[in-house]
Nanobody
Framework: QVQLVESGGGLVQAGGSLRLSCVLS????????MAWFRQAPGKEREFVAA????????VYADSVKGRFTISRDNAKNTVYLQMNSLKPEDTAVYYC???????????????WGKGTLVTVSS
């Protein structure tokens, strides 16, 4: 069974930074993309960022471009999300996901973590 486990969430003031981690474990499987999505209270889950596992190609939602950076460590089976200049509207549960795409769509991901809560205070 494949497992994705997120960590690194917490409470931070506006303008601050957090780094999320997602460790992938379990049986080996082929996946093209690792991605981060988020879901704020009362809202649908939305795409944040994705990275190609093989080539490292990155893509970002417009709302986080220039503030967030996604990266991966293939040897550690880990993907990261560095979040800088955080805003109250970034408050959400952040989910790590893996799949073959479409990378910006929830239906393009086959495996999901349980999420980690990020709260940004004003």
């Amino acid at each position: 069974q494949v497992q994705l486990v997120e960590s690194g969430g917490g409470l931070v003031q506006a303008g601050g930074s957090l780094r999320l981690s997602c460790v992938l474990s379990g049986r080996t499987f082929s996946r093209v993309y690792m991605a981060w999505f988020r879901q704020a209270p009362g809202k649908e889950r939305e795409f944040v960022a994705a990275i190609s596992w093989s080539f490292g190609t990155q893509v970002y939602a417009d709302s986080v471009k220039g503030r967030f950076t996604i990266s991966r460590d293939n040897a550690k089976n880990t993907v990261y999300l560095q979040m800088n200049s955080l805003k109250p509207e970034d408050t959400a549960v952040y989910y790590c996901a893996a799949g073959n795409g479409p990378r910006e769509k929830t239906y393009g991901m086959d495996y999901w973590g349980k999420g980690t809560l990020v709260t940004v205070s004003s």
